[in-house]
């Protein structure tokens, strides 16, 4: 909306002029009216009346109003008296009065333009500020801005809300972003954000676990970029974001799931199974030791489905998986192969053929004993009191060992696979290895 003076100056020629006209008129009332037409002070009035018509009616209208009122100074109030003198000389104030007037009402009117310009952009710094305000609490992203040279800095509302503090409950410093990150994230997260530091790259994007008030853990997509660097490249002042992907990182994990898990056991399937055959044998062909990979097939499966259903056959292959997992290393690898079959992939055994067999032999004797073992399988129906059913059921094992991908991962599986046959047409509940002579 315009202002009364921006109205006035944008008004049409004549109406400004008009209006010149009458404020030369007041002023040269008012003179006489102030003092005697001896009295001096010839142009006293004629000065506001100026700025004044240069302010509201432009430059035209206030070079027409600084003539005027110097002529009328002139004429009505400098000797002779209601005339023009003669002698040029009588004509020096009036050749004063009119350049300070001018030039003063020029002065003026430029400062006021800058300062009505500085208002100008003073509100639109206060609007942009307050719609940034505004963008920030609305926002569940985090923002922060961190002056590395003396380790202080800015987060925002959102950042503390999203692990679960309140406002500036912990220091707004890059240490205290460093302390919340998960050990196993730290180093990564610290190692982009010093390259950045160094110049050896301009921004970052990384992800990491944050941990919130209550002591859980959020995943963050952080990123951030250089704002200021010193002479020597070196980031002084930096700024970001952080961006909560908790619940992307729980989608991917349950697609990775789907993928590659067994929906029952949650033992790796045959797609993940093939992949860690294959980082086995990569890992034998380094280092030159023996893996082993034992295929197990559950003996006297089929008669508890049949008598009792595959609820209950499902209890027993999720007992059967956990037994599994409790007689193999943590770095060794348990495969639901499919129905009630099992792999088993045992990883740097020995670099001896002989020993690497022995021990593989230990590891499938205490698989078969704990298969062996009764299972006490709990049967629910309805409201009623769990029915406990014991069952019996061993396993067949078949061992083939690999060295050096000396046979290809389909190839071992499949000769762990004849072992294991073997060992049930010879009567079940034992181990045999794979011999590449029968």
Same mark, same amino acid.
């Given at each position: 909306?315009?202002s009364?003076?921006e ?7 004549y109406i400004?002029y008009s209006?010149a006209?009458v404020?030369?008129s007041l002023a040269?009332l008012?003179r006489?009216l102030?003092?005697?037409v001896?009295g001096?002070?010839?142009?006293v ?5 100026i700025?004044?018509t240069?302010y509201?009616c432009?430059?035209g209208p206030g070079?027409l109003v600084?003539v005027?009122s110097g002529?009328?100074g002139?004429?009505?109030?400098i000797?002779?008296?209601?005339a023009?003198?003669?002698d ?6 009036l050749a004063f009065?009119?350049?300070t ?6 002065v003026?009117i430029?400062l006021?333009k800058g300062?009505q310009?500085?208002?100008i ?6 609007e ?5 305000r505004q ?5 569940t992203?985090g923002l922060w801005?961190w002056n590395?040279?003396d380790d ?7 950042y503390?809300?999203m692990?679960g503090?309140?406002v500036?409950?912990f220091?707004m ?7 919340l990150?998960?050990?196993d994230d730290y *180093? *990564? ?6 390259e950045?530091i160094d110049?050896? #790259? *301009?921004?970052f994007?990384?992800e990491?676990?944050?941990k919130?008030k209550?002591g859980?853990w959020?995943?963050i997509?952080g990123r951030g970029?250089?704002?200021q #660097?010193d002479?020597q490249?070196h ?8 961006v909560?992907?908790?619940?992307r990182?729980?989608n991917?994990?349950q697609?990775? *799931?789907?993928a590659?898990y067994d ?6 399937n045959r797609?993940?199974l093939n992949?860690?055959l294959?980082?086995a044998?990569?890992a ?9 990979v ?5 003996d006297n499966?089929?008669?508890l489905?049949?008598?009792h259903?595959h ?6 292959l999720?007992e ?5 997992m409790?007689?193999?290393r943590?770095t060794d690898?348990?495969?639901r192969f ?8 045992l990883?740097?055994?020995d670099v001896d ?11 499938s ?14 049967i629910?129906?309805?409201?009623n009191?769990?029915?406990?059913i014991e069952h ?5 094992i078949?061992?083939a060992?690999f060295i050096n ?25 034992s181990i ?5 002579k029968t």
């Amino acid at each position: 909306m315009l202002s009364f003076p921006e109205k006035l100056i944008r008004a049409p020629f004549y109406i400004r002029y008009s209006l010149a006209v009458v404020l030369f008129s007041l002023a040269l009332l008012l003179r006489f009216l102030m003092a005697p037409v001896e009295g001096g002070l010839a142009f006293v009035t004629f000065y506001p009346i100026i700025l004044i018509t240069f302010y509201y009616c432009g430059s035209g209208p206030g070079i027409l109003v600084s003539v005027l009122s110097g002529l009328a100074g002139e004429y009505f109030f400098i000797p002779p008296y209601r005339a023009f003198s003669t002698d040029i000389a009588t004509y020096t104030p009036l050749a004063f009065f009119c350049v300070t007037a001018v030039l003063i009402s020029l002065v003026i009117i430029r400062l006021h333009k800058g300062t009505q310009q500085l208002e100008i952009s003073l509100e639109a710094l206060r609007e942009s500020e307050e719609r940034f305000r505004q963008a920030m609490e609305a926002s569940t992203d985090g923002l922060w801005d961190w002056n590395i040279t003396d380790d202080t800095g800015f987060f925002s509302p959102a950042y503390y809300r999203m692990l679960g503090y309140e406002v500036n409950e912990f220091p707004m410093t890059g240490h205290s972003w460093s302390e919340l990150i998960h050990p196993d994230d730290y *180093q *990564q997260a610290l190692t982009v954000n010093q390259e950045c530091i160094d110049n050896r #790259r *301009q921004s970052f994007e990384v992800e990491y676990r944050m941990k919130c008030k209550d002591g859980s853990w959020k995943w963050i997509l952080g990123r951030g970029k250089a704002l200021q #660097r010193d002479a020597q490249g070196h980031a002084i002042r930096m700024i970001g974001t952080h961006v909560d992907i908790t619940e992307r990182k729980r989608n991917e994990e349950q697609v990775r *799931q789907l993928a590659f898990y067994d929906l029952l056991t949650r033992l790796p399937n045959r797609r993940l199974l093939n992949d860690h055959l294959n980082q086995a044998m990569a890992a034998s062909k380094r280092s030159g030791r023996y893996g082993a990979v034992m295929f197990i097939d559950l003996d006297n499966f089929k008669p508890l489905n049949d008598t009792h259903g595959h609820d209950v056959g499902d209890l027993l292959l999720i007992e059967a998986a956990d037994r599994l997992m409790g007689c193999v290393r943590e770095t060794d690898t348990v495969a639901r192969f499919g129905g009630d079959e099992f792999v088993v992939v045992l990883i740097e055994l020995d670099v001896d053929k002989a020993k690497s067999t022995t021990e593989a032999r230990h590891v499938s004797e205490k698989i078969r004993a704990a298969m062996a073992a009764p299972y006490l399988l709990a049967i629910r129906s309805n409201k009623n009191a769990a029915t406990i059913i014991e069952h019996r059921c061993t396993a067949s094992i078949g061992v083939a060992l690999f060295i050096n991908h000396e046979a290809s991962p389909d190839d071992t599986l499949r000769n762990a696979d004849n072992a294991m046959y073997q060992v049930k047409e010879a009567g079940r509940n034992s181990i045999r290895f794979y011999d590449v002579k029968t």
